[in-house]
């Protein structure tokens, strides 16, 4: 399988689908509603998906904008709504997150703890970042073991019906973690993770690509109160679209505010909005502009300005719920989870089932200017609370950074050990991805052999003209030392040692 160089544009549209679906009863048919943001307004289509998809919920498509697949935290179901291959018991493993609802057609119910990034050098990998629970612990009541977790999808398999590579495996394994989020690098192609802990008061930020963890590091900055007596209380988390911005929402002890750097995913210049009281349950979006910071609080919806020293004072109240409800009576349509949509509008699922969501159709504008419309989309079929989590996928590379750039150069990688020849993970264990130079990849009659502990050929292959990354699987490989070369016309280009361990 040969790894393509893909480097993000503007042309990005990752996001232009959101799928839902629910039926009263719990069991299929789930009466979908497939929303398409590429058409203003919004295209909306009614249709039946078999599995539910209200709690941790994301949909994907292709750069351009094609639909790919959709997850609701237990399932992984392609374009034509079929399982994909391996692409069941997500969240779920017996003995380890031992919830057997979980990872079937039912909704994994922890809403915004699930997004999907695309590959940053093969444009055929989706790589779910979901966070479950393993239990509680009775000393401490509502303290969770929540790991992180990566589950990879490559859709060039089975003839574009797609496959899941692995699942559920572990990328930071934490107590009291709460809603990740996630922004590109500086570099424009890479990714940072940031999962709060309100256990020890910390960040757990991740760099990662499709090598995996690239670097990883906790941070203890801000405030966070006493985590037995004040749990963190809803708000998602969630960057601004240029990445300077990072907030932790919380409905109990207040909205914290940092800013981010996207050079080396520290967090910094604390802000605490504090609380008078406990907010209802809302949601948590930032304008396009990334001025404009909005929280929802089931009947209230307020804007805060980012760019004011004091972000605190400058809230405004841009929206108070008018008393709509379809279904009447209980179907209320509040402000509840929010998230910034490709056509640049911030839309609003209600705190439970309705018909209809609510967005804010020009966020960028200060106060009431930016038009909170109620129940302005109407929907086919019940949407139930939760919106998808979408990281800005059209984020570039920070211009001027002392980290914008993507590689060495050529002149650069003739000096690296090795001839500029790199195999990681290593030590590996069921896979390992190949990395040439780019001086390499200009023939088409590169090709790679890896040696076993005793000598022996026990893989080959040829790498494609202008691939830089090549993934190799390791699968029936017994542990031990083994040697990589890779030729061109015969003659060794580079050597490097690949250490695989079960």
Known sequence: MALLWAVPAQAQKHDRFWISGYSLNSWPPYLANIIDFATSPPTVKAGVIPIETWGATCTMSDAEGNLLFYTNGGQVRNKNHQLIENGDSLNFSPGEYPIPTYGTQLAFPLTETLFILPGTHNRNWYHIIHQTFVYCGPALPGICLRPLLHTLVDMSSNNGAGKVIFKNRPLVNAWAMEYPAATRHANGRDWWIVVPDYLTASYHTVLFNDTGIIDSFTQFVGYKPDPTVKRDAGGTNVFSPDGSVYVDSDARNGH????????????????????????????????????????????????????????AASVDTVAVWDGFCSPCPGANTTF????????????????????FLNYIDKPDLKGKDCNMVQHGLQLPNWYVLATPVHPNYRLGALKGSPCDTLTVNAAEASGLPNGGLRLYPNPAQDHVMLELPETWTSHATTQYRIYGPTGTLVQSGTVAENVKMVFLSLAGLPEGLYICQVLRDGQVLGTAKLSIVK
């Open 256 to 311: 914290r505010i940092f800013d981010f750097d996207r050079c080396t995913g520290r967090l910094s210049n604390f802000r605490w909005i504090q609380l008078p009281a406990q907010q209802p349950f809302g949601g948590v979006a930032i304008s396009p502009n990334s001025r404009f910071l909005y929280i929802t609080a089931s009947v209230w919806a307020m804007q805060y300005d980012l760019w004011e020293l004091d972000v």
């Open 336 to 355: 509840g989870e929010c998230q910034l949509a490709m056509d640049g509008k911030i839309y609003v699922a209600p705190n439970n089932g309705t018909y």
